[in-house]
């Protein structure tokens, strides 16, 4: 790894302990070159996101595009965990609780309009054995109906006959995996089943006997509503049998804001895994990378003759510099041209799949003269990358703008909107419009 990059992908992965799993592969090792081919690195470093998906064996890559500092990087990290936790108002409790009878609910009521990262890995670590929802404290009815009264506070309706039971340790990870694992329904059940706390009812009674002095009839007739409430939520559960135990602990601290400490724990692990579970692929599924124009003719010939139709054409930065300071510079750019190519691929294989007819993609190198050609007439950066949609019959371009970045999202947005005709489009000189000899003569002869 680079050595200005090192110091804070290290802190990074020491603050992402217990949310991510962060990793650093060295790609001049022999045995890690196929590795990093798959993967798409052409630059270093180069930092890759690789996210869950629904397809085992198949996780999602991403470019990331970001500063290289430790907060940035944490932050993108953060942003790219899936997000299982559904926001729940007093409207829809309601249909929240009548859903998924099979399988316990986890309920997160807090005073933050966000969902925290910690948050968004449990549920995505339960995502087979448990529903997980946040309902902010101004939904009054949902917080009257479990009597909630300071925030966070985490509860789950573990299913069945069983009644709803509160969490009422530290906010941290270990210790609310401890208390997700004794509700949460696995294929695999290996681990001992951690002591259950107490039923949210009959701690309410509990704390209710226990008070001094002995409260008015009213406060009175509101702990028994509450408790009647508490065994409506479980009667509705009632089809559901008991669920089995989860196994595993888990790592990384937060506060009780639920905001990440930064005391590294151990990785997450919610399950156990049987010896005979079908192994995942070692590596993820890379699309083909797309076709490239290494010289003028080519380009001339496929995107701007007078007939050709829509071409996307990125145009590739110089890969080598004469000083230090110049080549740090070139690795910026490199990055960039990485994650701009990896998205078209992407999204070539993605069409290509549904059986969808898509424009062409096509890279051009700086070593492509026409590439300069093309720069200098649509007033382009000279140097770094550009992305440019060309349709020499119409004649008009679109420029993809740099500044949103050239991750898979953005890129689609940006031709999904060519695609739909929409956006404005530039006139495209009439100098890049090549006409062959072949060409002139069949003019000639319409004529």
């Known amino acids: 790894m680079v050595s200005n990059l090192k110091p804070a992908y290290e802190k990074a992965a020491k603050s992402l302990d217990g949310l991510a799993q962060v990793a650093a592969v060295n790609c001049d090792d022999e045995s890690n070159k196929a590795f990093c081919g798959t993967m798409g690195v052409q630059g270093f470093p180069t930092l890759k996101i690789v996210k869950p998906s629904k397809k085992t064996g198949k996780p999602i890559v991403e470019d990331y595009q970001g500063a ?18 559904k926001r729940i108002s007093d409207k829809g409790l309601n249909a929240f609780l009548d859903s998924n009878n099979d399988t316990a609910k986890a309920i997160l009521f807090s005073d933050k309009g966000t969902t925290s990262a910690l948050i968004k890995v449990l549920a995505t670590e339960y995502r087979d054995g448990m529903s997980f929802a946040q309902i902010r404290n101004k939904e009054k009815a949902a917080v009257e109906m479990f009597g909630v009264t300071e925030y ?12 709803p039971a509160r969490f009422d340790g530290s906010f941290s990870k270990s210790a609310m995996k401890d208390f997700l694992a004794q509700y949460a329904s696995t294929k695999s059940n290996t681990a001992p089943k951690p002591k259950k706390q107490k039923p949210l009812a009959e701690e309410v009674e509990e704390e209710a006997a226990a008070a ?41 601290a937060t506060t009780e804001t639920l905001e990440e400490e930064s005391q590294p724990t151990e990785s997450p692990e919610p399950n156990a895994i ?29 995107c701007l003759g007078p007939k050709t139709t829509t071409c996307i054409l990125t145009l590739l930065p110089e890969t080598a510099a004469a000083t230090a300071s110049e080549q740090e510079e070139v690795e910026g750019k490199t990055d960039f041209a990485t994650t701009a ?104 002869d319409e004529l």
């Open 68 to 85: 290289r500092a430790a907060k940035d990087i944490v932050e993108a990290v953060k942003q790219a965990i899936p997000n299982n936790v």
């Open 152 to 163: 966070p506070t985490l509860i789950v309706l573990p299913g069945g006959t069983e009644p």
């Open 274 to 302: 049987p010896e005979d579970a079908p192994k995942p692929a070692p590596m993820p599924s890379i699309a083909p990378p797309i076709p490239s124009l290494p010289d003028q003719s080519s380009l001339e010939q496929k």
């Open 212 to 252: 001094e002095p002995t409260p008015p009839a009213e406060e009175t007739a509101k702990s028994e509503e509450a408790s009647s409430s508490f065994s409506s939520i479980s009667s509705s559960h009632a089809s559901a049998e008991a669920f089995s135990t989860a196994g595993g602990a888990g790592g990384g």
């Open 341 to 444: 190519l990896a998205s078209l691929a992407e999204l070539s294989q993605k069409h290509s799949e549904r059986g969808s007819k898509l424009f062409p993609f096509f890279s051009v190198p700086a070593s492509n003269t026409g590439a300069a050609v093309v720069r200098e007439a649509l007033e382009l950066d000279k140097e770094g990358i550009e992305m440019v949609a060309v349709n020499a019959r119409r004649g008009w371009y679109r420029r993809f703008g740099a500044e949103q970045g050239y991750g898979i999202h953005e890129v689609e947005t940006w031709v999904d909107a060519i695609r739909l005709g929409e956006g404005s489009k530039g006139k495209l000189p009439e100098s890049l419009i090549v006409v062959t000899e072949d060409e002139k003569q069949e003019e000639h």
